[in-house]
């Protein structure tokens, strides 16, 4: 099946400074999800992307879905306290059998130093 | 708006012992689905089902059974429990698999340990 690879695995920030990550697929997706995951909790959509090129804002969160439909970023601006979190990308591919299976990445876990 | 609900959120089971655990939507979702959770290996698909009385086998199925009645419930059935099936177990729903903006929506999460 596809594989995503998501990049960092872990990051520790000051409190204001800007975060990036990435997924990167061997398979080309036709959504770019963004997921942020609080302990105890389940992942909650932040972005959905849905064509390649698209670059898309949600107050400090931006997000892309690259022009070779196999990579995607995320960033996070001026970084607050309760960024903290677990944040997965997830790509979704229509296999043509009408279903949409999602298949994620392992996740960047955020640390935020206040 | 509950969305999606989980139940028990966490449970201990002993080796051999077989349970069910609870989805339900209110959001008249197709599509539903169902995800474990370890350290380290993001979230991975076991089962999921497009619709009402079909359903398919996702990423790791061995040991679990589902079944879809109607379009809110999907449980998830472990019918002997193993060590190996410790983990987070989370349900997901999304509009449907024919229809843009397939965004999922995930319940909070079964904890379950297997002894």
């Known amino acids: 099946g596809q594989q995503l690879n998501q990049s960092p695995q872990s990051m520790f920030i000051q409190e204001g400074e800007d975060v990036s990550m990435n997924c990167t697929s061997s398979?080309?997706?036709?959504?770019w999800l963004w997921y942020k995951q609080d302990p105890g909790e389940g992942p909650v959509l932040l972005i959905a992307?849905?064509?390649?090129?698209e670059l898309t804002s949600n107050g400090r969160l931006t997000a892309q879905f690259g022009i070779t439909r196999k990579d995607s970023f995320l960033n996070i601006s001026a970084s607050i306290p309760s960024d903290v979190g677990i944040y997965f990308c997830?790509?979704?591919?229509?296999?043509?059998?009408?279903?949409?299976?999602?298949?994620f990445g392992k996740g960047t876990k955020l640390s935020v130093i206040p | 708006n509950a969305g999606v609900t989980q139940t028990p959120k966490f449970q201990v089971l002993k080796t051999g012992q077989s349970m069910t655990l609870q989805c339900a939507q209110d959001?008249?979702?197709?599509?539903m689905s169902w995800y474990r959770q370890d350290p380290g290996m993001g979230l991975r698909l076991i089962h999921y089902?497009?619709?009402?009385?079909?359903?398919d086998q996702g990423e790791v199925p061995n040991g679990y059974n589902v079944s879809r009645s109607t379009t809110e419930d999907f449980p998830l059935r472990l019918l002997s429990a193993a060590p190996s099936q410790t983990s987070v177990y989370f349900c997901?729903?999304?509009?449907?698999?024919?229809?843009?903006?397939?965004?999922?929506?995930f319940g909070q999460g079964t904890r379950l340990t297997v002894v």
């Open positions: 997901a729903s999304s509009r449907g698999a024919l229809v843009m903006n397939t965004e999922a929506f």
């Open positions: 398979s080309i997706f036709n959504t």
């Open positions: 959001m008249n979702h197709e599509y």
């Open positions: 089902s497009v619709g009402a009385g079909i359903t």
């Open positions: 992307l849905y064509k390649a090129g």
């Open positions: 997830a790509g979704q591919l229509n296999s043509g059998a009408g279903s949409y299976q999602l298949t």
